[in-house]
């Protein structure tokens, strides 16, 4: 019900990377799927902005900013559905405490639009389908603060690290009324977050081998309505992150290879019971689906003369999605290809062009798989100032 807003890997790597400097980064991301008939959509296609700026305030203090514009639209029956406007702008401070630890405490400014109508719902609802992985899955989730602490140490040639974040979250009012249609008293409270990951890596030779391990638990999800102030809502099921990455050198370039494994367990949601008059009197607990998501794929470098290199990006997605009843609709699979090629121009300006095809199926109400087919193209600025 609820994901993370985040940006394309793209500004990621303008924000993630270390720098001298202040520097900053921005682009143009574009993501778009045709479906054949079977799904609730033809179409969706997404379009973003992104932007993010680093500030060393300190040889060990630094800020980071980062924020995006966004339209999303789903073809449905022939109408186009359209979600757009600013996300949550993100800001986040961070202090290396010592040479093996790193304290951060972030802040989810609720700058988006948390408040959809009934078309805008459709589209955020079509946007968070995990297997096609769409950058962005809702435009606002309330305000939000995070904190984390990571440390790691060498022991022995052995790489040994463990992070813990705790993410606490507000209100908001997620629905605004159709045209014409009575007003909504709804307050919605996502529930608070934590995170905590533990990885090793070991060299060996010109190659790095890194494991890791994610568990993520949430608070139960909280609503003001007419059935009651603070009252229960979702349960999100606790999740588990598998991910492991094999890099070396081959040639002038280095390759990388990595699987990822996501398990979300089934969450309670708890559903209201209406009269006749649609007036609310009791509520119903139904159970969400578990899901299975397996990620694999590689990366690497090949030059292609003149100083250039090409970075291809081949990847696959598997998404086993169960729910209680055993439909798993939106079960499927995809095949991702292509890459970018880094570029330096007008002397210290990095760009970073990338273009990618989708190719793959979702399973339908009825279990059928619906083949779909998409296109990414990006571009995306880095330079220090």
Known sequence: MIRRSGLTAAVALAVATPLAGQSAGFGVDYLGYSFDAGLNAQAAQLMMVPLAVRFPVTESVRIDAFGAWAEGRVEQNGTVLKLTGPVDTGLKASWQATPWALVSVGANLPTGNSAHNSEEAIVASVLSNDLLGFREATWGTGMAITSSVAVARNMGGLGLGIAAAYA????????????GGAPIDLTYQ???????????????????????????????????DDLGSDRNLFQAGKRLRFDGSYAFRAGAGVWTIYAADLLRENGDLRVAVVDEQNNPVD??????????????????TIGVGSGFVFRPHVDFKSQAREEADGNTAGSGWMVTAGGDIPLRIFGGYEFFPKARVYWGSIEDPNGVGVNTVGLEFKGTFRFNF
């Open 168 to 179: 606490a979250r507000s209100g908001f009012e997620p629905t605004e009324p159709d045209p």
């Open 190 to 224: 996502p529930g608070n977050e934590v995170r905590i990951r533990a990885g090793l890596d070991k060299n060996f030779g010109n190659s790095t081998l890194t494991l890791g391990g994610t568990f993520i638990n949430y608070a139960e999800d909280k609503v003001s």
């Open 283 to 300: 509520e119903d607990v139904i159970q969400t689906a578990k899901q299975n998501l397996l990620i694999a794929g590689f990366m690497g």
